[in-house]
């Protein structure tokens, strides 16, 4: 090998190896910078996510189906228990006769994961109980909650049995 290859050769090295360097530092910092904003978008969405959940709790307890179906998207995809999938606010609306039971209906939120900032998919535990104290039901759900602007509503409700 000549002088000149050798010291072309010797540069190229250096030069791959200073840009590999470069790549993995900024594959570093991007990562750090993506997580931070995940984290940070992740409790905010969280937040809103539990907030909503919080208002559909009050929207059951005070039997009030209009109330429910506003945080429900349009297009919503209701699969209850034992039951085809309801698609949509009309279909919804005409399954729901077990919002007038007259019950405390609790959420817990048992987690809550944000994706893409376009859904956010949450994991509910349910429990239905009459005012003498005897269990109506105890289950659990996912909900798959939508971006719609600058909010989020309910596009997939799936509950079932403990």
């Not at 790549?23 to 940070?40: N, R």
């Not at 039971?101 to 949450?122: C, Q, R």
């Not at 105890?138 to 049995?161: A, L, M, R, S, T």
Request: with cysteine.
């Amino acid at each position: 090998m000549s002088p000149v290859t050798a010291c072309l050769m010797a540069l190229l090295t250096v030069g791959f190896l200073v840009a590999k360097q470069d790549a993995s530092v900024l594959q570093e910092v991007q990562a750090d910078a993506l997580a931070v904003e995940e984290a940070e978008r992740g409790t905010s969405v969280s937040d809103k996510i539990r907030q909503l959940t919080q208002n559909l709790e009050t929207c059951a307890n005070n039997q009030d189906v209009d109330c429910f179906l506003a945080y429900c998207d349009d297009d919503i995809r209701m699969m209850p228990i034992k039951s085809q999938t309801h698609i949509g606010k009309t279909e919804t609306r005409k399954h729901m006769w077990w919002i007038k039971l007259d019950v405390v209906t609790t959420y817990t939120v048992k987690e809550i994961i944000p994706t893409d900032g376009s859904y956010v998919v949450e994991w509910i535990e349910i429990s239905m109980v009459y005012p003498n104290g005897t269990t109506v039901y105890d289950g659990k759900g996912v909900n798959v909650w939508k971006k719609v602007n600058d909010d989020y509503k309910i596009y997939i409700d799936i509950v079932n049995d403990n």
